[in-house]
């Protein structure tokens, strides 16, 4: 059983930044792929980035290309999400991920582990 803890979030205004970390706990970190998803309030939730567990490939939405950065720190069993440049369109609930050996990186059905949310509000 993988346990995962989100922290980072919080308010913050348009242009600005915040990084977010997911600690996982429990099992060989560098076996796991891990993703950052969202929820806005009324909507579903969406893919926003992954980084794969063997090469370190990294995906992203095409909303968030070239202001996000997906990255990891096996040694810390930490996942981060770098986020620039925030628009008000990002306030949404931040959920990791993850998932052992997993192929299906860029889909919610593809993660078996999630964390329980940080909230990030970006006022315009």
């Known amino acids: 059983q993988v346990q995962l803890v989100e922290s980072g979030g919080g308010l913050v205004q348009a242009g600005g930044s915040l990084r977010l970390s997911c600690v996982a706990s429990g099992r060989t970190f560098s076996n796991y792929a891990m993703g950052w998803f969202r929820q806005a309030p009324g909507k579903e939730r969406e893919f926003v980035a992954a980084i794969s567990w063997s090469l370190g490939n990294t995906y992203y939405a095409d909303s968030v290309k070239g202001r996000f950065t997906i990255s990891r720190d096996n040694a810390k069993n930490t996942g981060y999400l770098q986020m620039n440049n925030l628009r008000p369109v990002d306030t949404a609930v931040y959920y990791c991920?993850?998932?052992?050996?997993?192929?299906?990186?860029?889909?919610?059905?593809?993660?078996?582990?999630w964390g329980q949310g940080t909230q990030v509000t970006v006022s315009s």
């Open positions: 991920a993850a998932r052992p050996f997993a192929l299906q990186v860029t889909t919610a059905q593809g993660y078996n582990y």
